[in-house]
């Protein structure tokens, strides 16, 4: 019976998509981005009075304003705010959907992939990502996209729109993954630190003013949340969502954090820090990337995991400094 029920509802949730033309979901989609009727008509190609009349339909359907004149611009109701990335999310699928194929041609294709990434990523692989792409699908456009932590935290749902999200293990589960590569956790402290020269201890991680990347409830590297479990409770000065923004901040001061060996291998020589060795096991970092289980099969899903995985070993394999590729993943 239970089966019997789901199917019926199933059943009237198609009946009622039938009724509605999801022609409404791309002028949703258009105004609630733009937030206004101006905008969004020339977006789409379409007259004035045309995407008032959809704007009238979807008020109508919604039995809200969804965006509301305050002086001389428009401002989304609170129903249209969480609207907003559900339009978007959705026509993103509606996307996919028609212009899923059964095999995947790179060289024709004309399709956009979308990464989720932090700094670090970008500057390890972001490149040789977008060499490959450019050599082997040249119509194609890569988007690199900045994740935080409300992206980690509706990861499953921001997967549906985007189609890689880079996170060492940990943080995600119920989501398809595989390694790509090993890195390794080093302090980091101005160059002209007196602490560079006699070697960092744990008591100097506990007095030393902080750096903290990520840093949250719900937010952390993996190296900073070892260090809580170690008892290690760091004092926090500045927190910031860029890696690459960690040398200034703690070049010229007492300031110490916590970085990617590699980035730190990349940077320019002048940057005025000093990586050091951490005085506690901060364990390997791997960095991973993560999909929705719904594209395992899909063959320019496929493809693109394939091409990100060949940038790794491009980018990192055989480095010197025993930063290799990893095997397996989920």
């Not at 978007?88 to 956009?112: K, M, N, Y």
């Not at 989720?116 to 050599?135: F, N, W």
């Not at 890569?142 to 992206?151: D, G, V």
């Amino acid at each position: 019976m239970p089966d019997d029920r789901h199917q019926r509802c199933l059943y009237g949730a198609i009946v009622n998509l039938a009724s509605l033309d999801l022609n409404l979901l791309v002028s949703l989609d258009a105004l609630l981005q733009q937030r206004s009727v101006t905008r969004a008509a020339a977006q789409m190609g379409l007259s004035q009075p045309a995407l008032s009349a959809s704007l009238a339909r979807l008020r109508r359907h919604f039995d809200d304003e969804l965006l509301t004149r305050v002086g001389n611009e428009y401002r989304l109701t609170p129903l249209a705010v969480q609207l907003r990335e559900l339009a978007r999310i959705a026509l993103s699928g509606v996307e996919r959907v028609f212009s899923a194929q059964p095999e995947f041609d790179p060289a024709s294709s004309t399709r956009e992939f979308t990464l989720l990434v932090s700094d670090y990523v970008v500057t390890v692989l972001g490149d040789t990502v977008a060499g490959l792409l450019a050599e082997e699908a040249p119509h194609t456009r890569l988007r690199l996209s900045q994740h935080s932590p409300a992206i980690v935290d509706r990861a499953e749902q921001a997967l549906l729109s985007a189609d890689l999200l880079f996170l060492p293990p940990g943080f995600l589960t119920d989501l398809s993954r595989r390694d790509l590569y090993r890195d390794e956790w080093v302090c980091v402290v101005a160059a002209d630190n007196p602490v560079a020269d006699g070697g960092l201890t744990v008591d100097d991680l506990e007095t030393l003013p902080w750096v903290a990347t990520y840093h949250g409830p719900t937010a952390s590297t993996p190296a900073a949340r070892q260090m809580r479990m170690l008892g290690i409770e760091p004092r926090v000065q500045v927190v910031t969502e860029s890696f690459l923004t960690v040398p200034a901040l703690v070049s010229g001061s007492d300031r110490i954090a916590l970085l990617q060996r590699k980035l730190v291998e990349l940077l320019p020589l002048n940057t005025g820090i000093r990586a050091l060795p951490c005085p506690f096991d901060a364990g390997p970092l791997i960095e991973a990337m993560w999909w929705h289980p719904v594209f395992d099969d899909d063959p320019e899903h496929t493809y693109l995991r394939d091409l990100v995985a060949r940038a790794a070993d491009l980018a990192v394999g055989g480095h010197p400094m025993g930063i290799d590729p990893v095997d397996g993943g989920q």
